[in-house]
């Protein structure tokens, strides 16, 4: 009757197993560390960088306890923060020979202690938030007033492209912030720019006055046009973030909308702050122009002459000097999609782009005008401009689509296309808050979070001990089992804890021993009635899952509506909330049961259970209970 069958206690034991060994690495703790990450696509981390860094480093009779080379991040750690900052000066040195333009990105972070044999199974500590780790937080206000204005400038090049195609005459065209204004001489004119803007300009809203002889057209953009630039100027900066961020290697980042206008970005583990807003302010942005191929302009490649009027002159990735016109052709704008791919006649790695409808039409007039020249397709970081191909035009090509290829390996393929899909800020953003968060605030943090947590589990031990005695131990060995199986999941998940987090594991100590004193209370009452041990704890098991079933579902449902509808810390405590309830119903019934099956079921004449008190009634008791459910 209360016995298991092999395989169920070789699944308890297996959970348990896992259990142990992917919480395991939480116990080791994170070192300090030195991150190394190219400063521009175009330079990649290799053996020979991390090579230049091992000497450095032994120069500087500094030993690293680990090296680690990973998704083009060289990372060294530490025995402690001395070293950690002399070792970061070090490499700075050593890589960075110009200080005013670094190749290289060198930032302080935090990575784990976890022994090698336990990173191959792939056991990783949880991610630690903000509140937990240290680390900065900065708020950053989106200048909306200029996303603005920058649609309205591109509003006004396609409208004059468009009135120049309808051949419709104007007297100029003007901006004034996010207002455009266009001089016409007579009142047909006017009209007929009307008709165009309805017919193409959906989002501009368009008046006529008439101005000493002349007409006046006033175009602004309708309100709700404005409310969908600021919303997609928000989520292209937020894009843009994600992807700058990345090269930090920072863990669960956390980079969400505030309001309207403002967007809140936290970076645990970070402790460089200078070195952050660095990398927030990166952008990478396309600019297409044409290559000046003058005797005097090839004269200033190679660097025997002056670079001609109206030119500039930038170095290719193979450090060959490309002068190319002023005038930009097309920007990253025009851009509206870049993939990695090859090309299809020499099969070498190659960029695809994926130009507007007006970026299209721009390039097909220029290919189609400039045939046999050079056009230079320009990258730019941090303000400063790298030729990626400066290929010969051979054709007119027209579809909006674009190829970029030339010495370029599959990788940088891949890097510039996702750059270029990153694109620049849509509009330009401010710190209006700062704050550093430090490591040993983050540690007392976790102090008191895990006192919390252990001071709740040895007294509910204890009171489940006292009271229900042998029922009780094996109710805190379950409630053991459930924490160290909501531990291991959190760090199978990769989740992020936080103190919110810590709350909700507390509190779900207390939740999970409901389910058993359901069940022990239930096998009290069976023995109450008279029913044999054995009978007692199999009735008393099956009677109380429906109940504990019934109201875990309950709170889960309430906790689901947490993790839909919440944000920052109420979804941090959601996700232990949901994940402590699906993990407390196989602890408090199934494991449970187990050890009391192991326990129990192998005596044939049981005779009593240690299960505290039991109070019974006397026969005059049962016969006034009797009369009492007669009547």
């Known amino acids: 009757m209360n016995r298991y069958s092999f395989w169920k206690y070789a699944v308890l034991f297996a959970a348990v197993l896992l259990g142990s060994l992917y919480t395991l690495p939480n116990f080791f703790g994170e070192a300090p560390a030195v991150q190394v990450s190219p400063a521009r696509s175009s330079i990649k981390l290799d053996l020979g960088t991390q090579g230049k860094v091992e000497e450095a480093l032994k120069a500087a009779s500094l030993t690293p306890a680990v090296i680690s080379l990973e998704a083009n991040s060289l990372k060294l750690r530490f025995e402690n923060t001395d070293e950690q900052l002399k070792a970061k000066d070090t490499v700075q040195r050593a890589l960075n020979k110009d200080a005013a333009s670094p190749d290289y990105v060198v930032a ?4 784990p202690r976890t022994p090698h044999w336990l990173a191959s199974l792939n056991a990783a500590p949880m991610y630690l938030g903000l509140d937990l780790r240290g680390g900065v937080h900065f708020m950053l206000q989106v200048d909306m007033q200029a996303a603005l204005s920058k649609k309205a400038e591109a509003l006004a090049g396609d409208l004059r492209t468009a009135l120049r195609e309808k051949t419709i005459r104007h007297n100029g065209i003007t901006r004034e912030q996010q207002s455009i204004n266009i001089g016409f001489a007579d009142q047909a004119a006017a009209n007929a720019a009307v008709a165009l803007m309805q017919d193409q300009f959906a989002d501009l809203l368009a008046t ?33 973030l994600h992807n700058r961020i990345n090269e930090l290697g920072v863990a669960e980042p956390v980079i969400q909308q505030q309001g309207l206008d403002r967007i809140v970005v936290q970076l645990p583990g970070v402790q460089d702050t200078a070195k952050a807003k660095d990398i927030l302010g990166r952008t990478a942005t396309l600019e297409i122009r044409m290559a000046d191929d003058s005797s005097e302009a090839r004269l200033a490649e190679v660097g025997s002459g002056m670079v001609p009027f109206g030119a500039e002159k930038y170095l290719d990735r193979n450090g060959q ?18 993939q990695p791919g090859f090309d299809n006649q020499t099969q070498e790695a190659a960029v695809h782009l994926t130009l507007d409808a007006k970026g299209a039409r721009i390039f097909k007039d220029v290919t189609r005008e400039n045939v046999g020249k050079r056009m230079a397709i320009l990258l730019f970081e941090k303000g400063k401009g790298e030729v990626v191909t400066a290929p010969v035009i051979r054709s007119e090509i027209g579809g909006g689509r ?16 996702l750059l270029l899909r990153a694109g620049s800020l849509a509009a330009p953003m401010d710190i209006i808050e700062e704050r550093t968060i430090g490591p040993s605030l983050g540690a007392e943090n976790i102090a008191k979070g895990f006192d919390s947590v252990t001071w709740g ?9 006292i009271y229900y005695m042998l029922f009780g131990v094996i109710s805190s060995i ?23 987090g810590m709350a909700a594991m507390a509190l779900v100590l207390g939740m999970a021993i409901d389910a058993n004193v359901l069940i022990n209370e239930r096998v009290r009452e069976e023995l109450r009635n008279g029913a044999a041990p054995q009978t007692a704890i199999h009735t008393g098991y099956d009677r109380a899952w429906s109940t504990i079933l019934d109201s875990n579902v309950t709170t889960l449902i309430a ?17 232990v909330h949901c994940l402590g309830i699906l993990t407390s119903m196989f602890s408090a019934v199934f494991f449970s049961r187990g050890l009391v099956n192991l326990w129990y079921g192998r005596q044939k004449r049981l005779q009593t259970v240690s299960i505290g008190t039991v109070w019974r009634a006397d026969s005059s008791t049962r016969d006034v209970i009797a009369k009492a459910k007669a009547d």
């Open 559 to 575: 906790g689901l509506a947490l993790l839909a509808f919440g944000s920052g810390p109420v979804r941090g405590f959601a996700v």
């Open 457 to 465: 589990f040895v007294a509910v031990t204890a009171f489940m001990c």
């Open 478 to 500: 379950a409630l053991a089992v459930n924490l160290l199986l909501l531990v291991a999941v959190l760090s199978m998940l990769q989740a992020t804890l936080t103190l919110p």
């Open 321 to 338: 000097g490309v002068v190319v016109k002023k005038q930009v052709l097309l920007t990253g704008e025009n851009l509206t999609d870049a």
């Open 108 to 111: 302080l972070n935090l990575i």
């Open 402 to 417: 674009v190829q970029i290829s030339g010495r370029m390996s599959t990788v940088e393929a891949a890097d510039t296309a």
């Open 208 to 240: 006529v006055t008439p101005v000493n002889n002349a007409f006046q057209l006033h175009a602004v953009l309708k309100p709700e046009a404005a409310k969908r630039v600021q919303e997609q100027a928000l989520k292209q900066n937020i894009t843009t």
